[in-house]
């Protein structure tokens, strides 16, 4: 993975470069079906793109760009950041986009995690000449995106990266600010994407795919990029994605809720309740990994020894993405997706209704995470953490489909019930 931004181009002037350069052959503009299945549906990018179902209705005035599914969000990387992903292969032909629309859309989609640390990943394999957006919509994106969409990017990574991207890039140089560039990194196989996400949480299109194939057949067998490791076996302790009924299993007092939300949770209800940002900030990824390491291997883990808030706070939303099934669970997915459909009066109820329909140990780590969610709510005026903060971070950690990312039309039906939850949360406990 290069996070260079400076290309060698030779002795010719770059621009004159940039003509010659060709995007991709012929056989990449046939826009065949993506045979990767994709997510659900397409969402509400900010509250004033309201969904009321799983997908946006024709008439919607961002139906013709969320249809293609081009930008999606799929849970949060291996440093506790939100990850958003730009599909280049599945933009139409230019006359069949809108690409001002696209700028908002996507603008629109940034607007829920500016507050918060977040990455970008672009795939970049199948950006045509047919279907290519111009240099002047990249100039006006970059002036677009103000201090507050590029002060909590902590990476870009732009995957498949070509000599055009990187000359694109060059040109932009002047532009952009050296902070921004290096944000920027160069990834050239798929596999070199797990040091930041588990590719298991993106639904790649079967073309990337097929194309990062074709790459890796090409190289020669001692220059072969290692593929993506295959699940290790869990450890006879093993925490970490797991189901929650084995946990229960294994704990010799039969506790209903893990240890992990039991540590994290006593220790943020202390030490975070008034930190500014609580669940926004990411954490060294090293100290994760390695606190992952001590409870999969047995070990007793003491937050109050580490004094280390946002560390506690990212190991409790792994804990949950990394569960086997939503804590919420896939029976719930249709219910809480068109719960936007239940009346005002009647939420409380319905979402009681609902809850007590999940597994025991489901619903009692789920009251013991909003209870403490609802505390931190209380402090929002020191901690800015509101209600709607909280669900926008806890949502996608709560509730996610069976291909495992999270189209952009299921974010909102989840959030506005998880904001709902934690509003009526004394209603529905009860």
């Known amino acids: 993975m290069s996070s260079e931004l400076l290309v060698d181009l030779g002795e010719e002037p770059a621009a004159a470069q940039l003509g010659q350069l060709k995007l991709t052959t012929i056989e990449d ?66 006359h069949q986009l809108d690409h001002h629309k696209l700028l908002l859309y996507l603008k629109g989609t940034l607007d829920q995690y500016v507050e918060s640390d977040y990455t970008v990943i672009y795939f970049h394999h199948g950006l ?24 909590n990017i902590k990476a870009l990574y732009i995957v498949h990266p070509t000599m055009f991207i990187k000359t694109l890039l060059f040109l932009f140089k002047p532009i952009i600010s050296i902070k921004f560039g290096r944000k920027i990194n160069y990834v050239s196989y798929l596999s070199e994407l797990e040091d930041v996400v588990k590719c298991d949480q993106l639904v790649i299109p079967a073309r990337v795919r097929e194309y990062d194939n074709k790459l890796r057949a090409s190289l020669k067998p001692t220059t072969q990029p290692d593929s993506s490791p295959p699940r290790s076996p869990p450890l006879p302790n093993q925490v970490f994605g797991v189901p929650l009924t084995l946990l229960r299993e294994r704990d010799p007092d039969g506790n209903l809720i893990p240890v992990v939300m039991r540590d994290t949770i006593s220790f943020l209800s202390e030490h975070g309740l008034e930190i500014e940002g609580i669940f926004r900030r990411s954490a060294n990824v ?29 190991i409790l939303k792994t804990f949950l993405r990394e569960l086997p099934e939503p804590l919420l669970t896939y029976q719930l997915y249709n219910d809480i997706i068109n719960f936007a459909s239940v009346s005002q009066e009647d939420q409380a109820a319905v979402m009681k209704e609902l809850l007590e329909s999940l597994p ?13 969610l609802a505390q931190v709510s209380a402090n929002s005026d020191v901690n800015k953490m509101t209600n709607s903060n909280l669900a926008v971070v806890f949502g996608p950690n709560l509730l996610w489909g069976r291909d495992n ?10 959030n506005n019930f998880t904001r709902a939850l934690l509003d009526q949360h004394h209603l529905v406990f009860t």
């Open 29 to 94: 503009q046939q826009w065949p079906p993506d045979e990767s299945g994709l997510s659900k549906s397409e969402t509400d990018v900010s509250q004033r793109f309201d969904a009321g179902s799983p997908h946006l209705p024709w008439d919607h005035p961002f139906y013709d760009i969320a249809r293609h599914q081009i930008i999606e969000v799929a849970g949060d990387d291996n440093f506790g950041r939100k990850v958003i992903v730009f599909n280049a292969c599945r933009m139409p032909p230019q």
């Open 360 to 372: 025991q140990e489901n619903y009692a780590s789920l009251r013991y995470l909003i209870t403490f």
């Open 405 to 414: 990312a999270m189209s952009l039309s299921a974010i909102g039906p989840i």
């Open 286 to 314: 090293t100290l994760v990994k390695e606190v992952q390491l001590r409870y999969n291997s047995g070990a007793v883990v003491s937050f109050r020894e580490m004094e280390d808030v946002h560390l506690a706070a990212v």
């Open 128 to 151: 045509t000449s047919e279907n290519k957006v111009s240099l002047g919509w990249f100039v006006d994106a970059y002036r677009e995106f103000d201090r507050k969409y590029k002060k």
